[in-house]
């Protein structure tokens, strides 16, 4: 197949982090203009990744022609139709998140966002990709979800894409790497791991994945086969750490080392069940995101914010549902799932921003608020991540008293909306379709107003029991706090609680408290966090001792007993729900 964009991405030296890339344009535009993105399709940030860019040459034939920068992420290049442009640059790659690119002699990685320019006009054309081998590196091999077109055993050579949308959609993995295949709803697919230690239990990660994809093909389609054609899970190991990102048939993923299943243990840490959680969600948004997508990601503008206020949707759902599937996979024992969801909805409550936004307000403030989080942040808004998943839960539990479920909506709009862009409006008439009554009073309480959702309602009426447990002191005296090197660093004082009260503020170095009074007064040096309950006993006040710009001040903390985390336990078979 002929390209309107090729690239050639090696790198002369990877202990340099530079990848080198050459570009050719085959029929460019007088005064051909190319862009780099700045910002990756599902993380919802301006990154600048041409700030990593650098050395950017353009030739045709022999003639060198000029360059000029347009902006921090445009060039406009003195171009003649009628004869093929060849640019060439490098670009820095030392950033060991999903979202951009590292090199280093051990191990290669990027997104197409990062390294690949976009040609202005050529954006809906073909596009190919060659990647070369660094010649210091022989044992590396490649792996990507794009659709190899000429490469060798190891995966060197060349790829393809339908487009500049579909090339930076799909990250490579460069490296000394293992991986496994397996079969799900009849497609191929293909588990990369990079950088585990020897007690990894390879095989049932590759089983437990395998029981994932297929609890999720099973939910979208029965017994039909999924949108994509093959699929790619690239997991790179790492001492501590952890996130993915979504591709439409891949997606990049970071676990930490001890998270993953040991070889003669057949124990699932909560690590392990985090780390399969993370695969659950990734996985399902190939249909929720990546096809099933807000109407405002038609077609992303890469040069700037795209607003939605459907995230809570879009990530929410996708959280609900994430660990609903480890149950339905067997994977998450219900008691389990109970405790995780209790979790959820007791980290919600203890968010004061959930007065203060609601979820759709939240999914449009998404690229200043949660994705620049703060000291101010539990403050001034609520996770789409966590609140849309109990707005789910709401849904779901709603729907199975009136005959339906959440799974046949999601299957309503797949097929009401043709797998692709979405409006709230669809949302309502598949819940409509689905029941024979309007939910608009319930999906603009719940995702448009501050107002609590009716999760205790919901739960008891499908048999869960709710229990109540003393929250830790930290929470009830109304902040958020770490171990530092010599005192409680103070993160976040939260909206209306002690700690503001007292005068307490973000960044405070907590030194101190004092407990009893006259006589029986003791005073005590803080150093931990979780000592704070030892020194306190049972009272309700307390003096603390902070540092604040190298003075110290005594504060007085009077807190409520009152603050509480959520239990749940189921009393049966929860009515076919778990
Ligand atoms: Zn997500």
Not at 49 to 77: C, M, P
Not at 426 to 455: C, F, K, M, N, V
Request: proline residues 4%.
């Amino acid at each position: 197949m002929n390209a309107a964009v090729e690239y050639w991405v090696g790198s002369v030296d990877p202990r340099t982090h530079l990848f080198d890339v050459t570009m050719t344009v085959a029929q460019p535009e007088a005064q051909q203009q190319v862009s780099l993105p700045v910002w990756i399709p599902g993380s919802y940030m301006v990154r600048e990744f041409a700030r990593h860019l650098q050395h950017l040459s353009a030739r045709q034939g022999k003639r060198a022609l000029s360059i000029q920068a347009l902006n921090k992420n445009t060039w406009v290049i003195d171009a003649k139709p009628g004869q093929a442009l060849v640019l060439r640059y490098q670009v820095y790659a030392f950033d060991p998140s999903v979202r951009a690119a590292y090199l280093d002699a051990k191990r290669g990685f990027f997104n197409g966002t990062s390294v690949c320019l976009l040609a202005d006009g050529q954006r809906d054309r073909p596009h190919a990709i060659t990647v070369q081998r660094p010649k210091a590196c022989p044992d590396w091999q490649v792996a990507t979800g794009l659709t190899a077109q000429r490469v060798n055993a190891r995966g060197w050579g060349r790829y393809l894409a339908a487009d500049y949308d579909e090339l930076i959609d799909a990250p490579f993995e460069w490296g000394p790497f293992w991986s496994g295949d397996f079969v799900a709803g009849g497609v191929p697919h293909r588990l990369v791991v990079t950088g585990a230690a020897a007690s990894f239990d390879a095989q049932r990660l590759l089983d437990d994945t395998q029981r994932i994809c297929t609890a999720a093909i099973r939910m979208w389609h029965g017994h039909g086969k999924p949108p994509h054609r093959r699929y790619v899970f690239l997991l790179h190991v790492v001492e501590d750490g952890y996130g993915g990102l979504e591709h439409r048939n891949s997606t990049a993923l970071i676990c930490g080392r001890r998270d993953l299943p040991r070889l003669g243990s057949k124990a699932s840490s909560e690590g392990y069940i985090t780390l399969l959680g993370l695969i659950s969600h990734e996985y399902f948004h190939t249909w929720n995101v990546k096809r099933l997508r807000p109407a405002e990601f038609a077609r992303h503008d890469l040069n700037t914010e795209n607003h939605t206020e459907l995230l809570w949707f879009f990530e929410g759902f996708t959280s609900y549902f994430d660990d609903l599937l480890l149950v339905r996979a067997g994977l998450l024992e219900p008691q389990a799932y109970l405790d995780r969801l209790a979790k959820t909805i007791t980290a919600v409550e203890q968010t004061p921003g959930r007065k203060v936004q609601s979820v759709a307000q939240a999914s449009f403030d998404a690229w200043t608020k949660y994705y620049r989080q703060d000291e101010n942040t539990p403050n001034a808004t609520v996770s789409y991540y966590a609140k849309g998943a109990l707005l789910a839960l709401c849904l779901d539990l709603a729907l199975r008293a009136e005959g339906s479920d959440l799974a046949a909506v999601m299957r309503g709009l797949w097929k009401r909306c043709a797998a692709g862009p979405m409006r709230e409006s669809d949302l309502l008439a598949e819940l409509e379709a689905q029941t024979g009554r309007s939910w608009a009073t319930e999906i603009a309480t719940w995702a448009h107003s501050t107002a609590d959702l009716p999760l205790a309602r919901l739960l008891r009426a499908q048999g869960v029991m709710i229990d109540t447990e003393k929250a830790p002191l930290a929470q009830r005296l109304g902040l958020r706090a770490s171990d530092g090197a010599s005192g409680v660093m103070v993160k976040s004082v939260l909206r209306g609680g002690a700690a503001e009260q007292a005068g307490m503020a973000a960044g405070d170095e907590w030194l101190a408290v004092e407990v009893g009074q006259g006589k029986r007064a003791q005073t005590w040096r803080l150093k931990k966090l979780d000592d704070l309950p030892l020194f306190l006993g049972t009272a309700q006040r307390c003096r603390a001792l902070v540092n604040r710009d190298q003075r110290l001040y005594w504060m007085n903390l009077k807190w409520p007993q009152l603050a509480s985390n959520w239990s749940l336990s189921a009393e049966d078979d929860l009515k076919g729900w778990l």
